[in-house]
Structures are given as structure tokens and as C-alpha cells.
């Protein structure tokens, strides 16, 4: 069982940074691969980021390509998000997820083994 709480969602203006952390329970993190999906209000869930167990391999979503990163500490049991250069069209509630399978995050359908309950960035213009 893997419990995930994120933090450091806010209030920015256009240009700013965020970086978002996502805090794992459980022995098991280094074993699951990572994701940040959003949503914005009255839009699909849309994938961010993903990082495989030993934080070797990421992909990004094309809107954030160049922008954010994402890492991890498994000392730690977390990961996180550096959000730069932030857009109002990055508004929207953040959530990471865990999953044992690195990959199919393109599958509108496709499950993940545990979320996170989410927190909201708001980018002001």
C-alpha cells in the first residue's frame, strides 16, 4: 500500500515558479514508477510527467516540455516537480500517481495503483 500527499500548489503570476513535492508512505517507493497528471475545471485529466523507479528515464507532455522537471529522492520517498516559466493554461489541480508499469500513459483509460488527493496551482496573467 502506497499513501501520496502533495504540497506546494499556489497562487503565481505568469513567469513564476512552483515546485510541487509528492511524499510517499510505505517501504515500497523505489519500486513505483512516478507520474504528475492535472486538470484543469471542466477538462479531461491530462498527463504531465512520468519517471521510472530509479529516476533514470522521464518524458514529458509536449505543453510542458522545456518547462518542468521532474525528479525524485527515493531516500526520501518523494517526488518532485520544478515548474518553471509558468502559463495561465497551467492552471489546474496537480496530482501524482504510482504505478508499477512505465508507460500507456497515453491510454485515456488506463489505471494507475494509487493518486494522490491533489493540489492546486492557480497562474495568474
Known amino acids: 500500500q502506497v499513501q501520496l500527499v502533495e504540497s506546494g500548489g499556489g497562487l503565481v503570476q505568469a513567469g513564476d515558479s512552483l515546485r510541487l513535492s509528492c511524499a510517499a508512505s510505505?517501504?515500497?517507493?523505489?519500486?513505483?514508477?512516478m507520474y504528475w497528471f492535472r486538470q484543469a475545471p471542466g477538462k479531461e485529466r491530462e498527463f504531465v510527467a512520468v519517471i521510472s523507479r530509479g529516476g533514470g528515464s522521464t518524458s514529458y507532455a509536449d505543453s510542458v516540455k522545456g518547462r518542468f522537471a521532474i525528479s525524485r529522492d527515493n531516500a526520501k520517498n518523494t517526488v518532485y516537480l520544478q515548474m518553471n516559466s509558468l502559463k495561465p493554461e497551467d492552471t489546474a489541480v496537480y496530482y501524482c500517481a504510482a504505478d508499477r508499469v512505465y508507460g500507456s500513459w497515453w491510454l485515456p483509460n488506463r489505471s494507475y495503483d494509487y493518486w494522490g488527493q491533489g493540489t492546486q496551482v492557480t497562474v495568474s496573467s
Open positions: 510505505g517501504r515500497t517507493f523505489s519500486s513505483v514508477v
